[in-house]
């Protein structure tokens, strides 16, 4: 009876120890399964923070493709002078336009055309001397903006021609001094007078020089 009990004892415990060897057989075998899915689980969690952490940036870039982003404050755009203002200044100075005028901002009055510089050696036998002039013409109120800017802009050819042998027939005498400043202005607006309006009233007011260097 003894040794029936004890090889009964002996089976019993050889059972449990192959019972625990099976499961830690089957834990050994799970564990890369587990390992792998820890890792695609830790990898699906970072993708979606970096999505969360980019996805912003990317959206208000592509925002200046589409539709302005609300509550933008947009720079007012600078008023243009007026016909008047830009054109006296400019008379003076501080003219901005060349070769076109600015529209008068009340009906009947004048406006300004500051022509391109011209450059004339000036008559003046065995001395190099030349004469540098920017002109500014006043145009009469009476003058339809778009028809007469129209017809400077068709004549500047002849009108820069026209200065430039104009002056180069002039000594150092004939334009040095006040009164002579005075007297070229009036002969050149005579001058373009003829050459703009042969057969209707003169258009041009006055000739204003811009700039007048005599080197």
């Known amino acids: 009876m003894a040794d029936t009990e004890a090889k009964t004892k002996e089976q019993g415990d050889g059972g449990e120890k192959k019972a625990a060897a099976g499961q830690s057989g089957g834990i050994g075998k799970m564990l890369p399964m587990i390992i792998i899915l820890c890792a695609v689980m830790v990898c699906a969690t970072g993708g979606f923070f970096c999505a969360r952490l980019f996805l912003p940036s990317s959206a208000s870039a592509s925002s200046g493709d589409g539709n302005e982003p609300k509550n933008v404050i947009k720079p007012k755009a600078k008023k243009e002078s007026g016909g008047h203002g830009g054109g006296h200044g400019g008379g003076h100075g501080g003219g901005e336009a060349k070769g076109a005028g600015n529209a008068p901002s009340n009906p009947g009055e004048a406006w300004f055309v500051e022509l391109e510089p011209v450059v004339s050696n000036l008559d003046e036998p065995g001395v190099t001397r030349y004469v540098r002039a920017t002109l500014i013409l006043e145009m009469s109120g009476d003058a339809d903006y778009d028809e007469n800017n129209a017809i400077l802009e068709e004549k500047k050819a002849v009108v820069r021609n026209w ?15 006040r009164k002579n400043l005075i007297r070229i202005q009036s002969e050149i607006k005579d001058s373009l007078n003829d050459m703009l309006y042969k057969n209707s009233k003169g258009l041009v007011n006055k000739i204003l020089f811009k700039e007048f260097q005599i080197q």
Not at 163 to 177: K, N, P
């Open 163 to 177: 200065v430039t042998i104009y002056l180069a027939g002039c000594t150092l005498d004939d334009i040095r001094g």
